[in-house]
């Protein structure tokens, strides 16, 4: 069964739940260990034989690999190599690896980097800035290795007191930095529902991803009924395999899976089931509402 004649199939692959940090705004909060213990570890060569096999059904793939952060994936970098021969590989990383290291094992003609900042939430204003400081020459020495990096950051509501001095921080330095708008809850308030006016004419200003992208999540348009290329052009895979058409739902049911070759995706586009689309990545499967 085939997908978009022609078209590059997107797959957002959660490696590992792990993580050296613990982001209050995390999605895995504090369920890291429940969520670790699905994790499944297998070699790079068998990850490489699974994508060899998804690139004879389906051609290459756009892998965004995030997590948790994948660099606590044993043997990540080899996997990086298995795959990035005939797929394209975005990483999504904290960039608490050492970047001198990676720039001698990946070649930025094959491999992206998405690198995502996240400040201690307690240190003091004058130490987030140190911290920022320190990040930047990591991504200014991707940069010159010919890593391309556009630097995102979650607006968390303790963060956006600061959060446009440290936006005016890395522009200044020629970084791009976009801002994400939280998606939780914080002191009994849903977000992103939950920003009052001043802080979203704040976000519409500094957000930098798009007008389209942010105007979607803050204002939480419906989604359940439309038709969606989530699960067709588009879907993710969990770190024990489990296949999913988009953050919420299940591809077809709880027997697909990555690593055992049992998937097939849809041929065609199928209604969203949830009431919201929040997800950044993902609305942009939604197909226009004809009603």
Known sequence: MKTLPNKTIHVCWDIVFGCNLRCPYCFCGDKWEKLSSGNRFI???????????????????????????????????????????????????????DVEEFCRSASPEKVSVYPSFHPDLDDSLAGIMDFAGFYIGKILYLEKKGFDSTVSCVAYPPRLEYIEELKEMFDSRGVNFIIQPFLGEYEGKKYPGAYNEREKTLLERIANIGRESLSFQLEGKPSKGRLCRAGQSYFRIHPDGSIFRCSYEPLSGNADNFIEGAYLLYDAPKKCAQEFCYCNDEFKYLLEDKK
């Open 43 to 97: 070699s790079a060569d068998k990850w490489g034989r699974c994508w060899d096999k998804f690139f004879k059904k389906y051609g290459s793939a756009d892998i965004t690999i995030s997590g948790g952060e994948p660099f606590f994936y044993p043997d990540f970098m080899n996997i990086v190599r298995k795959i990035s021969g005939r797929h394209k590989v975005g990483i999504c990383t904290n960039l608490s690896f």
